[in-house]
């Protein structure tokens, strides 16, 4: 299960503007040479290590990048995780799909519910 943070309040790295996705207490790790970054409406999208953005923010959420792919939806919604008093949480989609490292949508359609 990811858990997540809602505490939108860090500084941008990015030259971009967008800010580095929050994730564990911190901004997000790069995996697989990109990480997530998020604009002003929430939306996610992958950055590299050096701050170049190769995927703008469009994906309601995302996975990080492992093996060349990233597991993304554009719906969906966060759910609580119980007992943790409001502070974490996970995202609910029943239409993820699969990108390559470049945003290309991939053939693979994972319909399962996480």
């Known amino acids: ?3 997540v943070t809602t505490d939108h309040h860090y500084p941008s ?3 971009s503007g967008f ?3 929050r994730y564990d207490n911190g901004d997000d790790y ?3 040479g990109r990480y997530r970054i ?3 409406d929430g939306r996610i999208g992958y950055a590299t290590a050096n701050n170049a953005v190769i995927i703008p923010p469009r994906f309601a959420f995302g996975f990080p990048f492992h093996n ?3 597991r993304v939806t554009n719906s969906g919604h ?3 995780v119980i007992g ?3 502070e974490y949480h996970y995202w609910v989609s029943n239409s993820w799909y699969w990108i390559d490292k470049m945003g290309n949508r991939l053939g693979m359609e994972d319909e399962t519910e996480r």
Do not use: I, R
Request: charged residues 20%; proline residues 4%.
């Open 78 to 80: 966060l759910e609580t």
């Open 38 to 40: 998020v604009d002003s």
């Open 1 to 3: 299960m990811l858990v």
């Open 19 to 21: 800010l580095p996705y």
């Open 68 to 70: 060349g792919l990233a």
């Open 84 to 86: 943790s008093d409001g």
């Open 30 to 32: 790069v995996s697989d």
């Open 13 to 15: 790295v990015a030259e």
